[in-house]
Nanobody, 124 residues
Framework: QVQLVESGGGLVQAGGSLRLSCAASGRTFRSYAMGWFRQAPGKEREFVSA????????YYADSVKGRFTISRDNAKNTVYLQMNSLKPDDTAAYYCAATRALSGLTIKERYYYWGQGTQVTVSS
């Protein structure tokens, strides 16, 4: 079992930046790939970014590539999402998730542990 707690969301003007953090429980954190997903009201939860268990591979949705950066610090049991050049379309609740899967990390069905979400609102 893995427990995940997100933080760092807030209200920001378009063009601004935020860094989201996800703190994970357990000493086996380094065994899990981690993903970030987001969900706006009335829409499906969608993939944003993912990082492999050792941090050697990263993945990004086309909509955020070049603006967002995912990273992890296994010593701190934490994964981060640095979000730059934010747009109003980035407004959503952001969730971190964990999986032992080695492939298909862009697919939300591969994840079985989820955080509570943190709200990001980007004003125009």
């Amino acid at each position: 079992q893995v427990q995940l707690v997100e933080s760092g969301g807030g209200l920001v003007q378009a063009g601004g930046s935020l860094r989201l953090s996800c703190a994970a429980s357990g000493r086996t954190f380094r065994s899990y790939a981690m993903g970030w997903f987001r969900q706006a009201p009335g829409k499906e939860r969608e993939f944003v970014s993912a990082i492999s268990s050792v941090g050697g591979s990263t993945y990004y949705a086309d909509s955020v590539k070049g603006r967002f950066t995912i990273s992890r610090d296994n010593a701190k049991n934490t994964v981060y999402l640095q979000m730059n050049s934010l747009k109003p379309d980035d407004t959503a609740a952001y969730y971190c998730a964990a999986t032992r899967a080695l492939s298909g990390l862009t697919i939300k069905e591969r994840y079985y542990y989820w955080g509570q979400g943190t709200q990001v609102t980007v004003s125009s």
